[in-house]
Every structure is written in structure tokens, then in C-alpha cells.
């Protein structure tokens, strides 16, 4: 399969281009065809639960497993039948294996030595002072910490000069503490060498932190693909609004279509920005309202009176609450559905806002979506607790 506008629009120089890549064992299909740009120089994450296809998408990048159909560019060259040592790309496995006996300057050296390149030292320094391992650089392997044994390994790849860097949860190993700082000193090390990493994670804060572009993987398909400040407000789907944070999802009737869109839900009236909603949502019918836990505000009912007009609410009563120091975390059952999410920042703490008592929610219209009905309400929920 050729791609009819490889040689149309934008340079795509240095990208990464699927177009139509599938995999099946057997009856099995672990990834549906897709295609997908990953553009050349950026920071680009695979994001999915457990078995959602991330590895065999990166492994046939990678050329370490064959495609049931379609076809892998790297650049405008055609790479599809290119055995893995023979493309421009190195990958960061999850279990870093280092050569144990070898020290990090040889464990980094590897490539070039491998290559029959002599003189590595100026190489090696370098990569040793990109990852700040300098001090290191006699050390063995065991010597070293999970992250800065992690950092070695992205030295011992990008010393090949790779024009794609594949990384398959190359931070699982570690806890969350060191995982957060990795996290920063990838993309630091990315900014700074300027070229494409593809970085394969289960993890939604990890992929928004570091990558500039994400694509969200659900059952061997992309479910949706932008950047992760549109993923998080504009999510097309409940699986992506579930899986990136808390979305509260709400059961509505849409009764009016127009710039907004209004809707009914538990007896009250809420308006959605017609822009905001997916094509299903304006015809009309069966839909679900979206809004995340942060933009909703919490008013005491006694205070209902003072809710400014325009504002979209809904009643409830508080049957939880968690005090987590920046902010408080409210359970909220209305009768536009239940277990609702409430954030509030601690500014000023009202002290009846306790378990118990009549509440009102209410937000902007401006922050709430619209989604097709059609779809599981509860997508992605669970998954989302798998911190790994
Ligand atoms: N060689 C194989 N034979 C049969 N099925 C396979 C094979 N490799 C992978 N699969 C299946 O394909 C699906 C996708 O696997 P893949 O390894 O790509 O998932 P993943 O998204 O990387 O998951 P994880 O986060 O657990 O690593 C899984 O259901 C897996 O069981
Ligand atoms: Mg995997």
C-alpha cells in the first residue's frame, strides 16, 4: 500500500508515517489498521491500557515485527522490509538491560565499538554529560540507581544518532517519585538533542507531561490523537474522557440545538456550546454531558440565591468528601446522576460543605462537552486506577 500523498503538502522529511499498519495472530487483531504522522522532532506518546496494541505499534516501528498490512516510512523511505539494524531507529525496552560486567562508558560506547568505531571517548562524554552522569562513568551497572541505570540506556541508544527513538515503558521499573523526575529529564534531553521519541506508556500524567502530541489507544485503535491540553478539554469519546483524568459523564435529552446546545438532565436544564459537542450530540436524542470535577463549583443550597444567572447547575447532596491539602475532593449524588466529582481548591473552606448537606453544583457552560449516548458511559474508568 502507497501513501498517494507522500509527496504532496509539508516536508516530511524526518517524520514517522504509518498508513493503514495492522497486526492479527491468527484470529486476533492486536492492532487495527491505522495511520498515524508522528512529525519529525517531536515528543510523541502511545497511550493505553494493558493489551491495547502500544508495543506491537512500536515493535513494528521498530521493524521487530512484521505487519499484517501496511506500510512504515521514516521519512519519504519506504522501511516496511527493512530488517531492524538496517532502520534509522533505537528502542529503550522497559528492562534496560545493561551489559552488567561492562562499565557505563562502555555500555554506552557499545554502538560505535560495535560498529568498529576506535575513538569513542568525545562521543561518550557527551552522552554522559546529556544524561549527567559524568561522575559515573566507571561505575558497573549495579552501582547504579533504577533512573540513572535508565539514563544509560537512553545514552547507550542515542549515541547511534537514531532519527527515532522508540521507548516501550522505559520508567515502569521505577517508583513514582523517580519516575516524575525521568519524566522531566526525558523531554529535557529531548528538547535537547531534537529528535523524535515515540514513548509508549499506560500512564495518563505521564503522557501529558512530556509528550507534545498524544495518541490514545483503546482495543488496537487510536481513539483520538492532539495535544494533551485538547485531549483533556475536548475529549471525543468516553473512553478518552474517562482514561485522561475524571470526567463527570451525566445522562441527558437534548431539547434545543442552536450555537448552544440545551439538554435536560435530572429535571433541570443544562446548556452545552454547540462546538463542543460531536456530530451525534447535535442531532438531537439520547446524549451525555461532560464536565470535568475542577470547574465545578459547590454551593452551599441556602446560598443557591447568589449562583450567578448563566450558569449551568444541578442539585445534589454530599455523600463523601476527602481533604487532600491543595484541595478538597467532594462525592456529590444528584439526581443528574450519581457519585459526581467534585475539586475544590482550599481558599476559603465553607464548613457546611460536610456529608449530608444539600448542595448545589454549578459551572460555566463554557467547560462542559457533549458525547454520543451510544458508547459505554464507563469506558476507561477502571484503568485509569492502574498506576502500575
Ligand atoms: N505474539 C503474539 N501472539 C498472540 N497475541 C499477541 C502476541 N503479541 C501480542 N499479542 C496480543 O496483542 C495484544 C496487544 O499486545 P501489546 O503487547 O501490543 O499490548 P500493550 O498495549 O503493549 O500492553 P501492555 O501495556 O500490557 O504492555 C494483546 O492482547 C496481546 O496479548
Ligand atoms: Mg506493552
Known sequence: MTDKTAHTGKNTGGDV????????????????PLDLTVPQGSFFALLGASGCGKTTTLR???????????????????VTDLPPYKRPVNTVFQSYALFPHMDITENIAFGLRRRGIKSVK???????ELVQLGDKARHKPHQLSGGQQQ??????????????????????????????QMQLELKRIQTEVGITFVHVT??????????????????????????????????????VANF??????????????GTDVVVTAGGGKLRVPGDRCTSAVRQGGKVL???RPEKISLAH???????????????????????????????VNSPAGAELQVYEQNIERDTRLVPGAEVVLHWNPAHTFGLDAAQDIDAGVETVEDAG
Not at 485522561?244 to 440545538?257: K, Y
Open 60 to 78: 513494528m516501528i521498530a521493524g521487530l515485527e512484521d505487519p499484517s498490512t501496511g506500510t512504515v516510512f521514516l521519512g519519504d523511505k519506504d
Open 151 to 180: 539514563r544509560v540506556a537512553v545514552a547507550r541508544a542515542l549515541i547511534n544518532h537514531p532519527q527515532v527513538l522508540l521507548l516501550d515503558e522505559p520508567l515502569g521499573a521505577l517508583d513514582l517519585k523517580l519516575r516524575r
Open 202 to 239: 499506560h500512564d495518563q500524567e505521564e503522557a501529558m507531561t512530556m509528550a507534545d502530541q498524544v495518541a490514545v489507544m483503546n482495543g488496537g485503535r487510536v481513539e483520538q490523537l492532539g495535544a494533551p491540553a485538547d485531549l483533556y478539554e475536548n475529549p471525543q469519546t468516553t473512553f
Open 244 to 257: 485522561l483524568g475524571t470526567s463527570n459523564l451525566i445522562e441527558a435529552e437534548v431539547v434545543e440545538t
Open 301 to 331: 443550597a441556602d446560598d443557591a440565591g447568589k449562583i450567578a444567572d448563566g450558569r449551568n447547575r444541578v442539585t445534589g447532596r454530599i455523600a463523601d468528601s476527602s481533604f487532600i491539602g491543595v484541595s478538597t475532593q467532594y462525592v
Open 122 to 128: 568525545k562521543q561518550v562524554d557527551d552522552m554522559l
Open 289 to 291: 454531558v461532560g464536565v
Open 17 to 32: 508515517r504509518l498508513t493503514g499498519i495492522s497486526k492479527t495472530y491468527g484470529s486476533f487483531t492486536a492492532v487495527h
